[in-house]
């Protein structure tokens, strides 16, 4: 019985570490990931199980079938916890600051569509994402200054971050300059 619990507490851990590795999200289409709790609840599963098992067979008890029900309670329980862990945590938000829309463009050169040199510093650009050219209103960043020659149409700008539809942008002369 010792063998059977190791054997079961390994595949429980190689399961998890897989889970490690791969994670739990299955991206989609329409980036809502799909998770997949079940994987890291069967690895819970079989490590608890097979760990009851070997301490039992260890202590040199002998493993009854009156016995296992109660063990596989316990690994019913250790999977519904790990299942459980992976929903809460989809919920939670992420403080990953690189997971926050609004900075999901910054550092990408666009080129100016619509004049932003007239009207307070508001026009249109457009830039190139996986393919896809994509259009947004642009706004020059409020604690920048920017000579009267930038914002022409074809010339280019930095994004720094987004805000709701509108672009916050900077010359790209003014960041070259920086580098």
Excluded: C, N
């Amino acid at each position: 019985m010792k063998v059977i619990g190791a054997v079961l507490f390994t595949l429980g851990v190689l399961l998890a570490v897989r889970v490690m590795f791969f994670g739990v999200r299955l991206p989609t289409a329409d980036d809502q990931p799909k998770l997949r709790g079940s994987r890291l609840a069967i690895a819970a599963i079989f490590a608890a199980i097979g760990a009851l098992v070997y301490a039992r067979s260890s202590l040199g008890h002998t493993v009854t079938l009156g016995w296992l029900p109660s063990v596989v309670v316990v690994g019913a329980a250790a999977g519904a916890a790990a299942w459980w862990v992976v929903r809460a945590s989809a919920l939670a938000g992420s403080v990953d600051p690189e997971d926050d829309p609004r900075y999901r463009f910054q550092g990408y050169v666009a080129r100016v569509v619509d004049s932003m040199q007239g009207s307070r510093g508001t026009g249109r650009i457009a830039f190139l994402l996986d393919g896809q050219r994509l259009e947004m209103v642009a706004r020059w960043l409020p604690e920048h200054s920017v000579a009267s020659v930038d914002g022409a149409v074809d010339s280019e700008v930095v994004i720094e971050h987004v805000a709701g539809d509108v672009a916050y942008v900077e010359p790209w002369s003014v960041v070259e300059g920086r580098l």
